[in-house]
T-cell receptor, first 111, second 115 residues
Framework: DAKTTQPNSMESNEEEPVHLPCNHSTISGTDYIHWYRQLPSQGPEYVIHGLTSNVNNRMASLAIAEDRKSSTLILHRATLRDAAVYYCILRPGGATNKLIFGTGTLLAVQP | GAGVSQTPSNKVTEKGKYVELRCDPISGHTALYWYRQSLGQGPEFLIYFQGTGAADDSGLPNDRFFAVRPEGSVSTLKIQRTERGDSAVYLC?????????????FGPGTRLTVL
């Protein structure tokens, strides 16, 4: 399974934008890039996913590098509720449907 | 609407005992997944069901672990002869169908402690 690399932790101030990076240099052409987050004492929650083009939804934006070897999850205005572990996951283009989680980035949001 | 529910929320058992963990997926979701999460780690895939059948059980650590989904809805994860190393949060997720772009919805998990 293709591997992702994320910083262990990041800090942000409330109401400021947050850019969470993810490196996936061994990504293959059919791998989708998924982001999930896990708030304290909860199960993971889907955030966004993409293949090649940048994506926007109500929660966040996903910027994918042209060579697809890296991506950035963008939270436009961080709130205290956004404090969580953020996981960048590659989903292979084959038959598997499992998510392979790494250790993620722990985001702290300061008021 | 109701999300994925898991029971019990906490389970404490003794080494060597048998436990069952239950997952109620979102109604109408055909795909169901089990993961487990140890402290400080990301969730680790165990098994995936499409309907009643286990489509991928490659994550089950050994033959003490077994899961069923007899009617294509509720699933039970069964652990025999529990060991202290089985202590973890067991997470269940479901999705409308299986597919690369399909969102998985997770339950709150069952925290299993083996003494």
């Amino acid at each position: 399974d293709a591997k992702t690399t994320q910083p262990n932790s990041m800090e942000s101030n409330e109401e400021e934008p947050v850019h969470l990076p993810c490196n996936h240099s061994t990504i293959s052409g059919t791998d989708y890039i998924h982001w999930y987050r896990q708030l304290p004492s909860q199960g993971p929650e889907y955030v966004i996913h993409g293949l090649t083009s940048n994506v926007n939804n109500r929660m966040a934006s996903l910027a994918i590098a042209e060579d697809r070897k890296s991506s950035t999850l963008i939270l436009h205005r961080a709130t205290l509720r956004d404090a969580a572990v953020y996981y960048c996951i590659l989903r292979p283009g084959g038959a598997t449907n499992k998510l392979i989680f790494g250790t993620g980035t722990l985001l702290a949001v300061q008021p | 609407g109701a999300g994925v529910s898991q029971t019990p929320s906490n389970k404490v058992t003794e080494k060597g005992k048998y436990v069952e963990l239950r997952c109620d997926p979102i109604s109408g979701h055909t795909a169901l997944y089990w993961y487990r999460q140890s402290l400080g780690q990301g969730p680790e895939f165990l098994i995936y069901f499409q309907g009643t059948g286990a489509a991928d059980d490659s994550g089950l650590p050994n033959d003490r672990f077994f899961a069923v989904r007899p009617e294509g809805s509720v699933s039970t994860l069964k652990i025999q002869r529990t060991e202290r190393g089985d202590s973890a949060v067991y997470l269940c997720a479901s999705s409308l169908t299986a597919g690369l772009g399909i969102e998985q919805f997770f339950g709150p998990g069952t925290r299993l402690t083996v003494l």
